[in-house]
C-alpha cells in the first residue's frame, strides 16, 4: 500500500500583525518562516512552511470538540494580509510514482483566490497532437 506524500510552503507577503499571524500558524500547525532584513526600513515579510507532510490544510483541530472540523484556509489567511499583497501556496506530492501532484494557488486580502495544477497541461497539450494522450500517472 502506498500512502500520498505532500510537501507545502508559501511565498513570503506582510502580515497586518506578527502575533495573529503566529497565532494562525499555530492554528493550522504551520512553521512560521521570516525573509531576512532586505535593508534600513524594509517592510517585514513572512511565509510558512507545511509540517508533517501535510499538504494545504483543509481543516484544523478544535480543542473545544476534541477532533478536526472543517475550515477555510485561504479565507483565514487572506484576513493575515495586508491590502496589495499576495500570498502564494505551492504543494507538491506523490504516492510512489504513481502520481505527482502540483498545485499553485494565490490569494489576496481581499480573498480573491486563483489556482493553477500541474494537470491544467492537458487541456494545453490536447492542441499540440493528434494522437490520445496518457496520463502521467500508472
Known amino acids: 500500500m502506498a500512502n500520498y506524500v505532500p510537501l507545502m510552503r508559501?511565498?513570503?507577503?506582510?502580515?497586518?500583525s506578527r502575533a495573529a499571524f503566529e497565532r494562525f500558524c499555530?492554528?493550522?500547525e504551520?512553521?512560521?518562516i521570516a525573509m531576512e532584513e532586505r535593508g534600513a526600513g524594509a517592510?517585514?515579510?513572512?511565509?510558512?512552511l507545511g509540517s508533517d507532510e501535510r499538504g494545504i490544510p483543509r481543516s484544523k483541530y478544535d480543542a473545544a470538540k476534541e477532533d478536526w472540523v472543517d475550515a477555510d484556509f485561504f479565507g483565514d489567511l487572506a484576513k493575515q494580509l495586508k491590502p496589495g499583497?499576495?500570498?502564494?501556496?505551492q504543494e507538491i506530492g506523490y504516492e510512489k510514482l504513481r502520481y505527482l501532484?502540483?498545485?499553485?494557488?494565490?490569494?489576496?486580502?481581499?480573498?480573491?483566490v486563483v489556482?493553477?495544477?500541474?494537470?491544467d497541461i492537458y487541456k494545453k497539450a490536447k492542441r499540440l497532437g493528434k494522437q490520445p494522450m496518457t496520463p502521467c500517472e500508472y
Open 30 to 32: 504551520l512553521h512560521a
Open 43 to 48: 517592510e517585514e515579510l513572512v511565509g510558512f
Open 26 to 28: 499555530k492554528e493550522y
Open 10 to 16: 508559501s511565498n513570503y507577503f506582510a502580515v497586518k
Open 115 to 119: 489556482a493553477v495544477s500541474l494537470n
Open 85 to 89: 499583497w499576495v500570498a502564494v501556496v
Open 101 to 112: 501532484v502540483g498545485v499553485a494557488v494565490a490569494v489576496n486580502a481581499a480573498g480573491a
